[in-house]
C-alpha cells in the first residue's frame, strides 16, 4: 500500500502593514478602505459637472417671480400664492421640511438628489422671504458684511439679545 502523506499547509506570508506609524494605543487604520468607502468618497470627488456656467442671479430672478406670484394672489394656479395663502406657519415649515430632506440625501451621500433637494431647499427660503417681506439685496448685503470675518468672531459679535431671544447658548 501507498503511504500517504499530508500535505502541511503553506505557510502563509505575513503582511506587512507599510504607511505611517501609529501611536500606541490608537488603533491602525485598514490599509485598504471598504468599497462602499471608496465609492461613496468617489461621487464625492468627483468635479461638479455643470453643462454651463450658472450664476446666482437665477436667485434674484426667482423672488421676482414668488413676490409677482403673492401680488397675484391666485392661490388656484400658483403653488407660491397657496403657500403664503396659508400662513408664515406653513410657509415655514414647508422650508424647514425641505431643509430635512436636502439634510437626508446629502447625509447619505446621494448627489443627485441633494441637488433637486437643495433646489427646492432654494426656492422655499425665497418664499419665506416674499412672506417676511424681505428682499434678496438685504441677504447679499449682510453676506457681504460678513466676507472675510471668521464665523466664530461674527457669532461672538452678535448682540446679547439674539442669544437671550433664541433661548440657547448655541449661538454665543
Known amino acids: 500500500m501507498a503511504k500517504e502523506t499530508k500535505k502541511k499547509p503553506a505557510a502563509k506570508a505575513s503582511k506587512k502593514r507599510t504607511g505611517m506609524p501609529v501611536p500606541e494605543g490608537l488603533p491602525a487604520a485598514?490599509?485598504?478602505?471598504?468599497?462602499?468607502?471608496?465609492?461613496?468618497?468617489?461621487?464625492?470627488?468627483?468635479p461638479l459637472a455643470?453643462?454651463?456656467?450658472?450664476?446666482?442671479?437665477?436667485?434674484?430672478?426667482?423672488?421676482?417671480?414668488?413676490?409677482?406670484?403673492?401680488?397675484?394672489?391666485?392661490?388656484?394656479?400658483?403653488?407660491?400664492a397657496r403657500l403664503m395663502a396659508r400662513g408664515t406657519a406653513k410657509v415655514a415649515q414647508k422650508l424647514g421640511e425641505e431643509a430635512v430632506e436636502c439634510v437626508i440625501e446629502a447625509t447619505l451621500g446621494h448627489r443627485a438628489e441633494t441637488i433637486l433637494e437643495s433646489a427646492d431647499l432654494l426656492y422655499h427660503?425665497?418664499?419665506?422671504?416674499?412672506?417676511?417681506?424681505?428682499?434678496?439685496?438685504?441677504?447679499?448685503?449682510?453676506?457681504?458684511r460678513r466676507e472675510g470675518i471668521s464665523g466664530i468672531a461674527e457669532k461672538a459679535a452678535r448682540p446679547k439679545g439674539i442669544v437671550r431671544a433664541a433661548r440657547t447658548t448655541k449661538l454665543a
Do not use: C, F, N, Q
Open 125 to 144: 427660503l425665497m418664499v419665506v422671504w416674499v412672506d417676511a417681506g424681505i428682499r434678496p439685496d438685504e441677504v447679499w448685503a449682510e453676506l457681504r
Open 30 to 46: 485598514p490599509l485598504k478602505l471598504p468599497k462602499a468607502v471608496s465609492r461613496a468618497e468617489s461621487r464625492h470627488l468627483v
Open 50 to 80: 455643470v453643462p454651463e456656467k450658472g450664476d446666482a442671479s437665477v436667485l434674484d430672478r426667482l423672488w421676482d417671480t414668488v413676490e409677482s406670484r403673492r401680488l397675484a394672489g391666485d392661490a388656484v394656479h400658483s403653488h407660491s
